[in-house]
């Protein structure tokens, strides 16, 4: 049985999860904190972070080496690309939203937004959030827009780079910020289109409970996975 260790509103937690269901795998969630976590954390996760995984007595960690095994032991469907380009192409997106999305943008308005608040209780830098929100943001949303269509992101097939956008921006809107239309056009409709993706959809529903719970802005992301 596959489980997959991690609270089910982290970025790269989510993208499993998304992976999973995309390929109707049964899978069981334990909702592990990486700020608060479990005896033995650190034997199951050699970086500290989620998402981990493990099949059995198989253990795997970061969300794209998961995404690739869960790929290559359940190839269908498919989400990544076969042609060398697409692929390359699925590969880089994933990558930056992984990394340059998430930790220039979303991880950094997250942590001074909820983590540091309610779980280090300390208090939040203002500054730092205007400086992710004036500098960093216009540049990583500028070149997301750069890269959008209005089907999804490479080889107008549903795939991993569309997952691991649609992680980070439902966080982003968790936190109660949204995507200016105008500025944004493809990113905002792509965001919206995504919710609605029907393995997306199935884990927004999944995870609303954790999210209200902890205080988030459940709203728009609520009301699109609820229309699937
Ligand atoms: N490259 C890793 C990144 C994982 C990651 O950054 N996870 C975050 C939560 S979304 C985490 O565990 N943060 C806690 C920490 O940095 O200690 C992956 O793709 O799985």
Redesign the pocket.
């Known amino acids: 049985m596959l489980k997959i260790y991690?609270v089910p509103i982290?970025?790269?937690?989510r993208?499993v999860i998304i992976a999973a269901i995309e390929k109707k795998l049964a899978f069981e969630n334990d909702p592990v904190i990486?700020?608060n976590p479990p005896a033995g954390w650190d034997k199951l996760s050699p970086?500290?972070?989620?998402?981990v995984v493990t099949v059995d007595d198989f253990e795997l960690?970061?969300?794209?080496v998961?995404s690739a095994y869960l790929e290559q032991t359940h190839p269908e469907p498919a989400l990544y690309p076969r042609e060398a380009k697409d692929r390359a192409r699925a590969l880089w997106l994933e990558e930056y939203c992984?990394?340059t999305l998430?930790r220039e943008v979303v991880?950094g308005l997250f942590f001074q937004n909820v983590i540091r608040p309610k779980i280090l209780q300390q208090p939040t830098d203002r500054a730092a959030i205007d400086a992710i929100l004036t500098q960093a943001l216009p540049k990583v949303f500028g070149y997301l827009e750069s890269q959008m269509t209005d089907g999804y992101l490479v080889g107008n097939r549903f795939g991993i780079a569309d997952i691991a956008l649609a992680c980070n921006l439902v966080n982003y809107h968790y936190l109660g910020y949204r995507i200016d239309a105008a500025r944004y056009p493809k990113l905002e409709r792509s965001f919206k289109r995504l919710c609605q993706h029907p393995s997306i959809a199935t884990a927004l529903r999944t995870e609303q409970p954790v999210a209200k719970n902890m205080g988030l802005d459940i709203g728009i992301v609520d009301s699109l996975a609820a229309r699937v």
């Open positions: 991690g982290s970025v790269h937690t993208k990486p700020f970086t500290g972070k989620i998402p960690a970061d969300s794209s998961i992984d990394s998430f991880h």
